[in-house]
């Protein structure tokens, strides 16, 4: 593994801001068996769809996502999820953030946590302007701060006059820019991030990474999901590997992240 300078320090741990407990995330999903292409089949798909006496054919199958996680996150930590994919980590983001009911477990968390990622909920038949009222809003600014914030909202999200435009007409980069931007409006207690770092040109990189040091020297907490052990590894001090939703390790982000590349190798 190619050596990368790490630009956060260990630091002395703060108080904690997050408490994770043995949560667990499950969730049920719906699976159909793959008929034919005859005419009787597709008659008998049709009078299924419109018939609602007649029972939907398939099986229900429970997902355990996210099975028995703990942590304690604390002030001026940055953390970083990583796994492969499927391994739980953006639906516990999710969970942890509010956003996602846990079946088992408890999660304590002090001040306010803003999540953010490339399918972070704004509304996209509103023009970026609309969404960017909204967002700070549900951020708890008042409409005078939001207008005082909406020049800088929008130079750091660098979509210029598309802020006019609705969103749907963005790209993914566009949209991941500005729910950023809007998130980190006021800076959070808690900021996690969803692969948003990884869109976006190299000035906008660097203007988040500037973002989540503003949070961590405001004694805040980051938790951040990357496929990039580069991103992890810059931005991070500290990760936590999950697999099949457990933590493998949790540890120095240096170790675990050549830990976790390692065994990636030995599976291939």
Known sequence: MAETEVVFAPRPKGPPTMIVDDVHVRYRVFGGRRVGATREHRQGI???LF?????????MKEVHAVRGVSFVAHEGESIGIIGRNGAGKSTLLRAIAGLL??????????????????????????????????GGLALGMSPAEIREKFD?????????????LP?????????????????????PDILMIDEA???????????SQDKVMEVKEQAGTV?????SATTVLTMCERAIWLEKGQVVQDGPADEI?????EAMQKSK
Do not use: W
């Open 152 to 164: 800088e909202i929008v130079e750091f999200s660098g979509i210029g006059e598309f802020v006019y």
């Open 46 to 48: 049709y009078q299924r």
């Open 257 to 261: 992240v050549a830990a976790y590349q």
């Open 167 to 187: 969103m749907k007409a963005y790209s993914s980069g566009m949209g991941a820019r500005l729910r950023f931007a809007i998130a980190t409006a006021r800076v």
């Open 223 to 227: 938790f951040l999901v990357s496929h």
């Open 101 to 134: 009911p846990y079946s088992e477990g408890a999660v304590y968390a002090k001040g306010q946590c803003a999540l953010l990622g490339v399918n972070a909920a704004l509304l996209p038949r509103l023009t970026g302007d609309r969404n960017i009222l909204l």
């Open 197 to 207: 770092l990884s869109t976006g040109d190299e000035a906008f990189r660097r203007r």
């Open 51 to 59: 018939d609602r006496t007649t029972r939907t054919v398939g099986a």
